[in-house]
């Protein structure tokens, strides 16, 4: 399905596991009149592949072959962005798909080896250093270079939106930023170099680490434009707590821009009427924004 609107930026929209509510999600935000008609949006993925809230592997088969469908489609020209919808990932993995989650699968697709993922909405954006790793591993992931590299990326994403030199936190690991070494080592041994590394290395003004008990508060209150997290619940949870409706998903580092909604596929929720477009209206948007700005069109 093809909606009409200025081809110069085509954008495909993947409707995630069909069982899910990613098909009727879609079709609620390509409806709204808070989209960016500037754009053209196509929907890939098979609606009727299974029943609503009942996930099957000929489903996740449908939601793999429409994933290639949009990778593939970017690299010919064909699409200026990606907007995924929400994939069962344990399913997934009966249909061939190797990677924790569509952030993988995307940067081996395109081959951007530093890629990183990040969530926006409202006033906050926060990028992880891990992200589909176990907690009890997220230190022996965590070094200087690693969090350098995040943090170059995120200055990277918030100077196009911005259009000025980012003001970007790094947060610390342990309660009250390890407290002088009292309650953990890893900011004195790793993080600290990690800040003053991403210092030398991005344009941008970056400070830490912070204790993060306050520092998401001082980013939603304007201090800082973006945060860099150690690990995947450090930025989502008060990312989603404070714009769970209006979250983004974003994939830094890749060459095309690809977004998707900040949830997952909620098959109990599917065609009964309860889910919430919003999330994904945001991710077709900013998809749109992204791709007008990393392409500007003729006038």
């Known amino acids: 399905m093809v909606l009409p609107a ?4 085509h954008i495909a929209v993947t409707v995630g596991d069909p069982a899910g509510i990613g098909p009727e999600i879609v079709q609620l935000a390509l409806a709204s009149p808070l989209l960016d008609q500037t754009v053209t949006f196509e929907v890939l993925g098979d609606h009727g592949a299974s029943r609503p809230g009942q996930p099957t592997p000929e489903g996740a088969y449908c939601a793999l072959a429409a994933l ?3 990778a593939t489609g970017a690299l010919d020209g064909r699409f200026d962005a990606v907007v995924t919808g929400p994939i069962h990932k344990a399913l997934m993995r009966t249909a061939g798909f190797a990677f924790p989650g569509q952030t993988e699968f995307f940067a081996q697709r395109w081959g951007a080896p530093e890629h990183a993922m990040c969530l926006t909405g409202g006033s906050l954006t926060v990028a992880l250093v891990t992200a589909h790793v176990p907690f009890r591993l997220v230190p022996e992931f965590l070094t200087p ?6 943090g170059r990326l995120l200055c990277a994403f918030l100077t196009l939106r911005l259009g000025r030199r980012p003001r970007i ?4 690991l342990n309660p009250h930023a390890g407290e002088s070494g009292l309650l953990g080592t890893e900011e004195q041994d790793c993080i600290a170099s990690g800040v003053q590394l991403l210092a030398e290395s991005s344009d941008s003004d970056v400070s830490g680490p ?17 945060v860099v997290c150690m690990y ?20 830094l580092g890749l060459p095309f821009p690809r977004t998707s909604p900040d949830h997952g596929t909620a098959f109990e929720l599917a065609s009964k009427g309860g889910a919430n477009p919003s999330s994904m209206l945001a ?6 924004e992204l791709a007008r700005k990393r392409s500007p069109l003729p006038s």
């Open 145 to 150: 270079e690693a969090i350098a590299r995040t």
């Open 68 to 70: 290639e469908s949009a």
């Open 210 to 226: 912070w204790p993060p008990d306050t520092l998401f508060y001082r980013a939603v209150t304007g201090e800082f434009d973006g």
């Open 6 to 9: 200025n081809p110069r930026v």
């Open 169 to 172: 936190a790094v947060a610390g």
């Open 283 to 288: 991710a077709l948007n900013l998809a749109a």
């Open 232 to 251: 995947h619940d450090q930025g989502l949870i008060p990312l989603k707590l404070h714009a769970f409706h209006e979250g983004v998903n974003v994939t």
